[in-house]
């Protein structure tokens, strides 16, 4: 069993779950969460292809998250989703915590995985991350998108 967990892309676990908020919901999403008991650790304007606001909340004192992302544009991916979603907000993501960021790119595109993205790119809080197609392999569509994150790799 060790053996194949070595020949793994080198998943560790889950980094977060995102969830999408209608603009001008955020702020009360994140206090109905501090409210359940969640701690704030990072907040921040995305900008690039992304074009969100990022609340990221700490579940007690484990690594897992849970991501609040709200649209700062029509143009943002994440309004396009809650605008396919009949309005609403809800699930943009799962985002699993990998050791080696470029490995697992390379790992998961040589076995035919759909990315997204071209190559790992400059995530928020200074990660590295890449998107998976909800469509995510020949053989199995998951049905919703997976972002893989490598943590402090690089300087926000």
């Given amino acids: 069993m060790d053996s194949e967990i070595k020949q793994t892309p080198g998943f560790l676990f889950f980094d977060h779950v995102a969830i ?3 603009p001008g919901e955020l702020e009360a999403h994140v206090n109905a969460y501090l409210t359940m008991g969640f701690k704030e650790l990072h907040r921040e304007d995305v900008l690039g292809t992304d074009q969100v606001r ?3 909340l ?9 991501q609040l992302i709200e649209p700062l544009t029509p143009e943002s991916p994440v309004a396009k989703q809650i605008e396919k979603n009949g309005g609403r907000g809800g699930l943009a993501h799962l ?3 990998v050791a ?11 076995r035919g995985f759909k990315i997204i993205d071209k190559a790992p790119r400059k995530g928020s809080r200074g990660t590295m991350v890449f998107f998976l197609h909800p469509k995510t392999t020949e053989a199995a569509a998951f049905g919703y998108i997976l972002e893989v994150v490598q943590e402090g790799c690089c300087h926000a």
Avoid: M, T
């Fill in 20 to 22: 999408s908020v209608k």
């Fill in 54 to 56: 990022e609340v990221l």
């Fill in 58 to 66: 700490q579940v007690g004192d484990g690594p897992n998250l849970v």
């Fill in 95 to 97: 985002a699993l915590r």
């Fill in 100 to 110: 080696d960021i470029q490995a697992a790119f390379d790992y998961l595109k040589e």
